[in-house]
């Protein structure tokens, strides 16, 4: 595991290069100072796992993330000294929360949780792509994580798809699940001939739509077979207008 210290203390990085010692498998592949700094070490380095300070002069731990973006991000575990970042920390899916002080037993159950859930995402994220291969260039189905078990949802079974941030929320059968992925990086997987982009937030498969509402403005809502009503955007109405030929 390829490990990245952002902090803009000395000491700060020197205790956690000293707790990351006693573990095996991990590289330190560089220590940063800043925010700028990480940006550019990350693009170069690529790093598994960054302990990332959240308080720093110009840019900050959140203003790290947001440069490097989600398709690119590792895992994070903020070290900060201030508690009221927490729940924007897990806003954006870091892995755990060290609070300085912090001693050696609370250092080690936060990499141990971070290393165990890389793993699990790195073997599901492995399963995916396999899936990917083996069936051709367009996903045919999704690996889905809940509640700790990992399964197989076909594509066909899936509504529409919903942009939650970083993450994507699938529909379909009454039940959602989501994903993290990017709204953007999905869509140039799915197959065209089923899923089309509607709106910035929404996919739709073509098999669930009932109908096509004409509203105000020469604007349309789609009508899904479940009863879901989506907005249809007037920029991406051009894909549907083959797929429902001198209606639209």
């Known amino acids: 595991m390829r490990v990245l210290i952002v902090d803009d203390e000395p000491l700060a990085r020197t205790v956690i290069r000293n707790h990351?010692?006693?573990?095996?498998?991990?590289?330190?592949?560089?220590?940063?100072?800043?925010?700028?700094?990480?940006?550019?070490?990350?693009?170069?380095?690529?790093?598994?796992?960054?302990?990332?300070?959240?308080?720093?002069?110009?840019?900050?731990?959140?203003?790290?993330?947001e440069a490097i973006g989600p398709e690119r991000?590792?895992?994070?575990?903020?070290?900060?000294?201030?508690?009221?970042?927490?729940?924007?920390?897990?806003?954006?899916?870091?892995?755990?929360?060290?609070?300085?002080?912090?001693?050696?037993?609370?250092?080690?159950?936060?990499?141990?949780?971070?290393?165990?859930?890389?793993?699990?995402?790195?073997?599901?994220?492995?399963?995916?792509?396999?899936?990917?291969?083996?069936?051709?260039?367009?996903?045919?189905?999704?690996?889905?994580r809940d509640a700790g078990r990992v399964f197989f949802l076909p594509a066909g079974e899936i509504d529409w798809i919903e942009a939650q941030g970083n993450y994507v929320k699938l529909h379909g059968g009454g039940r959602t699940h989501l994903l993290r992925e990017a709204m953007g990086a999905l869509e140039s997987r799915?197959?065209?001939?089923?899923?089309?982009?509607?709106?910035?937030?929404?996919?739709?498969?073509?098999?669930?739509?009932?109908?096509l509402r004409p509203c105000f403005h020469g604007d349309y809502e789609v009508l899904l077979r479940d009863g879901t009503v989506l907005k249809l955007s007037h920029r991406l109405r051009s894909n549907l207008e083959q797929d429902a030929a001198g209606v639209l």
């Open 190 to 211: 799915l197959d065209p001939r089923r899923f089309r982009r509607i709106h910035r937030s929404s996919i739709v498969n073509l098999d669930a739509i009932r109908e």
């Open 73 to 144: 991000q590792p895992g994070i575990v903020f070290v900060t000294a201030f508690d009221q970042y927490a729940v924007r920390a897990f806003e954006v899916h870091a892995l755990d929360y060290l609070l300085k002080p912090f001693d050696r037993e609370r250092f080690d159950a936060a990499f141990a949780h971070a290393r165990q859930s890389m793993r699990r995402h790195d073997w599901a994220d492995r399963l995916s792509s396999l899936v990917l291969q083996t069936r051709g260039q367009h996903l045919e189905r999704f690996i889905v």
């Open 20 to 65: 990351l010692r006693a573990h095996s498998g991990v590289e330190i592949a560089a220590e940063c100072e800043s925010g700028s700094v990480a940006i550019a070490a990350i693009s170069s380095l690529a790093p598994d796992l960054i302990f990332l300070d959240v308080q720093m002069p110009e840019i900050d731990g959140f203003g790290v993330i």
